[in-house]
């Protein structure tokens, strides 16, 4: 009965390869996103997704493509992966409105070789 | 855009008190949150602040004042287990519902 589930949890891949990290939740909410923690742990929000429409796109590469084949689920891809990319994806989901908190999940490691 | 600052790493003692520190700049300002995200772990939720004042909830309170950009997470009677990363986050109304965190101060609770 995970809130927020993510898989996988580590991620090793070479440069160059494209990569996917999956998301689902089961709290009904109405929003997910996807942030990048890096080294520094600097929380940085990548996308938001709300009834299938993307909200916000931050600096992201093009690279990335969120996709969300329904309410409960976020998908994350990533093409050509760069050295740069290695770091914790975090997936977070939240009801509509500014008071509501995110639930997040329990991120991805992803090691970009 | 947004910019939030917070001191990188903070000790104190068991059973002791700490105050956590957040200053902020944002447009279109809908609320502060406070998360603890311990080594590892995903980040969660501790308390949201968008009234002036302070909100206590067991062992932790959170304090805003909008007009000076300032909020702080107080942890009383410190344990072992509150060493961990608390990160200040921001709502902003420009983009929905999403959230800017700072970078995180790092509590190291000694014995």
């Known amino acids: 009965d995970t809130a927020v589930s993510q898989t996988p949890k580590y991620l090793v891949t070479q440069m160059g390869n494209d990569k996917s990290i999956k998301c689902e939740q089961n709290l009904g909410h109405d929003t997910m996103y996807w942030y990048k923690q890096d080294s520094k742990k600097f929380l940085k929000i990548m996308f938001s997704y709300n009834n299938k429409e993307l909200i916000i796109n931050e600096t992201v590469p093009n690279r990335f493509s969120p996709k969300s084949p329904d309410k409960a689920h976020l998908n994350l891809h990533i093409n050509s992966l760069e050295l740069g990319d290695s770091a914790v994806y975090f997936c977070?989901?939240?009801?509509?409105?500014?008071?509501?908190?995110?639930?997040f999940g329990s991120g991805t490691r992803l090691t970009v070789v | 855009g947004q910019n939030i600052d917070q001191p990188t790493e903070m000790t104190a003692t068991e059973g002791a008190i700490v105050q956590i520190n957040c200053t902020y700049q944002t447009s279109g300002f809908n609320g502060l949150f406070w998360y603890q995200q311990h080594a590892g772990e995903a980040p969660t939720f501790l308390s949201y602040n968008v009234l002036d004042g302070l909100e206590e909830k067991g062992r932790f309170s959170s304090f805003l004042s909008r007009s000076k950009g300032y909020s702080y997470l107080l942890l009383k009677e410190l344990q072992m287990k509150d060493s961990a990363s608390y990160l200040c986050?921001?709502?902003?109304?420009?983009?929905?519902?999403?959230?800017?965190f700072g970078t995180g101060t790092r509590l190291t609770v000694i014995p």
């Open positions: 977070a989901s939240s009801r509509q409105g500014p008071n509501y908190g995110y639930t």
């Open positions: 986050a921001v709502s902003s109304q420009t983009g929905a519902n999403n959230l800017f």
